[in-house]
């Protein structure tokens, strides 16, 4: 059964720092995977969408990279700002696949203070 | 634009009683999707709809049921709450299964239940 880990559950740190959460899933056969961002009192936004074949996306300041072989993902925020805190999940899709099978990992949650 | 709203935020229950979440959607899509948040977990699947008038399980169906009469309405039924019920309950909506960057999943801004 497919599991998805985030590490750490809660991360602190200055603005201005660049920052990497890491996602990790126990089986690399995934169609996709994805970032979302939670904020309190708010639903899940889509962050970055990264399909099997590709490598890493990026978006701004966020980039994120896949490793399907070692079942990781790394979302990269560079320099960042009061405004990045919030909580941010990454979830996968099994091959063949869709919405209905997305798995979510826990989160990490993210405070950046000025 | 209101995207998917859910009603309501916040609610309160004692054992056995019974409650329905509604979930609101005003983007024409055909999917919509019900999960629940807890502590410590990813959001895990309650159940689905592929359009109106279906529902299908996801991974944690027990002890609630769905309806979708209504293309933009996707309504969760609690009929005997239990304290295993507490959490935190998200809509979601898409315009087909198809997961990519075209068709992002929306999602409502929850639904807080607490049961005692």
């Known amino acids: 059964k497919q599991e998805v880990t985030q590490i750490p559950a809660a991360l602190s740190v200055p603005e201005g720092e660049n920052l990497v959460l890491n996602c990790s899933f126990t089986?690399?056969?995934?169609?996709?995977l994805q970032w979302f961002r939670q904020d309190p009192g708010k639903g899940l936004t889509s962050l970055l969408l990264i399909q099997s074949s590709q490598r890493e996306q990026t978006s701004g300041r966020l980039n994120a990279s896949l490793d399907k072989s070692s079942g990781r993902s790394t979302l990269y925020i560079a320099a960042s700002q009061p405004g990045d805190s919030a909580t941010y999940l990454c979830?996968?899709?099994?091959?063949?696949?869709?919405?209905?099978?997305?798995?979510f990992g826990a989160g990490t949650r993210l405070a950046v203070h000025p | 634009n209101a995207g998917v709203t859910q009603t309501p935020k916040f609610r309160v229950l004692k054992t056995g009683q019974s409650m329905t979440l509604l979930c609101a959607q005003d983007m024409n899509h055909e999917y919509m999707y019900w999960y629940r948040q807890d502590p410590g977990m990813g959001l895990r699947l309650i159940h689905y709809?592929?359009?109106?008038?279906?529902?299908a399980k996801g991974e944690v169906p027990d002890g609630y049921n769905v309806s979708r009469l209504k293309k933009q309405n996707f309504l969760l039924g609690l009929e005997s709450a239990a304290p295993s019920q507490t959490s935190v309950y998200f809509c979601a909506s898409s315009y087909s299964q198809e997961s990519s960057g075209a068709n992002v999943l929306t999602f409502g801004a929850g639904s807080r239940l607490t049961v005692l």
């Open positions: 089986d690399s056969a995934i169609y996709n």
């Open positions: 979830a996968v899709i099994p091959p063949l696949g869709g919405y209905n099978k997305l798995i």
């Open positions: 709809s592929v359009g109106e008038g279906t529902t």
